[in-house]
């Protein structure tokens, strides 16, 4: 399943970089703070193909860096399926938890998350998030790291 070709006739989300260098669509109500660190919150709502931060985080060059656990990223997407490329400076894997619309993604789990969407960040790769079967609509990605020293660069889609 991990294997499968991307779904071009669904995917209608682009690459989305976090980092400040190539960065677009945020939609944190918050003005990014170049090489600095700031306190964000997660808009009431968030437009087809826009994220945001939530929690304390530092927007790099060319990645986004969580510095207290707790904090989360999100985007809208319209994809079968969503990858996230994570790093972290931590020596212990940091867990995190993703959701879709809010809710545990269930049977829509992607190979790096069980259906709870529990997941653990260890070495720097793109991690799979999201396997949507079915109809493909517009939905919300919520991921929750639960240590400082997440790293993430840039949302893929298939």
């Known amino acids: 399943?991990?294997?499968?070709?991307?779904d071009?006739?669904?995917l209608n989300s682009p690459e989305t970089y976090l980092g400040f260098d190539r960065q677009d669509r945020s939609?944190?109500?918050e003005n990014e703070a170049r090489n600095g660190q700031g306190q964000y919150r997660l808009p009431e709502k968030l437009?087809?193909?826009?994220?945001?931060?939530?929690?304390?985080?530092?927007?790099?060059?060319?990645?986004?860096?969580?510095r207290e656990g707790g904090g989360s990223i999100a985007m809208q997407f319209h994809a079968r399926d969503v990858n996230l490329v994570l790093s972290s400076k931590s020596p212990e894997p940091i867990a995190f938890r993703v959701t879709i619309d809010g809710e545990p993604p269930g049977t829509s789990?992607?190979?790096?998350v069980d259906e709870e969407g529990n997941g653990e960040l260890g070495n720097g790769r793109m991690y799979q998030?999201?396997?949507?079967?079915?109809?493909i609509v517009d939905r919300t990605v919520e991921v929750t790291f639960s240590?400082?020293?997440?790293?993430?660069?840039?949302?893929?889609?298939g």
């Open 1 to 6: 399943m991990a294997q499968l070709r991307a």
């Open 8 to 10: 071009w006739e669904h």
């Open 27 to 29: 939609a944190s109500p």
């Open 47 to 66: 437009g087809l193909n826009h994220w945001a931060l939530s929690g304390n985080w530092t927007i790099e060059a060319e990645k986004v860096v969580l």
């Open 109 to 112: 789990w992607g190979v790096d």
């Open 129 to 135: 998030l999201v396997r949507q079967p079915g109809v």
């Open 147 to 157: 240590e400082r020293n997440a790293e993430a660069y840039v949302f893929t889609f």
